[in-house]
């Protein structure tokens, strides 16, 4: 699916230069699921950011087999970043809504995705009336509605407590 060579990316500061990465190569495989483990500070946020577009790397190669980057890719940050203001399902349908879907596919899609992460009958519910566990499902489930050739999580699970962390981590491997 994707392949990084030799990946480099530096930060200038108001105190300096700062490499955040240095010459990381690694290839993954279609339906491969990995960890980055690594100290505080280590680069791994970056690196996704950089696998999901929102990056990019100072030097290096990303290379992907057919020539093209992949089309949607997601990203599960450790903070759900749910629009308070909106109810659940409209908060899963949002990315739909900058792709141009129709209101009620948008609708559909996002109830088919909730229901993904078991959480189907909290679609009225604002972010307020949710627990951080549902929260995050609620993320996870916003990340899949555009049906994302390349899913990437950064600490999802980093702000729960251990319960509903395994609850995301089986999220995961079942998706």
Not at 99 to 112: D, F, L
Not at 140 to 149: D, E, G, K, N, Q
Request: net charge positive; proline share 6%.
């Amino acid at each position: 699916m994707i392949e990084l060579k030799n990946i480099s990316k530096r930060f200038i500061t108001p105190a300096g230069e700062f490499e955040a990465l240095k010459d990381i190569s690694l290839k993954i495989k279609d339906g491969q699921i990995f960890g980055i483990i690594g100290m505080s500070g280590a680069g791994k946020s970056t690196l996704v950011r950089i696998l999901g577009g929102l990056l990019e790397p100072t030097s290096g190669q990303l290379i992907y087999p057919d020539g093209r980057e992949p089309d949607p890719r997601a990203i599960v940050f450790q903070n759900s970043n749910l629009l308070p203001w909106l109810r659940t399902a409209e908060n899963v349908a949002l990315p739909l809504l900058y792709a141009g879907i129709r209101k009620r596919e948008r609708m559909e899609r996002a109830k088919e995705a909730l229901a993904q992460v078991g959480l189907e009958d909290r679609m009225y519910f604002k972010p307020t009336q949710l627990s951080g566990g549902q929260k995050q499902r609620v993320a996870i489930a916003r990340a899949m509605v555009l049906r994302p050739s390349l899913l990437l999580a950064d600490e999802p699970t980093g702000a729960l407590d251990t319960a509903s962390g395994e609850q995301v981590m089986q999220i995961f491997r079942r998706l």
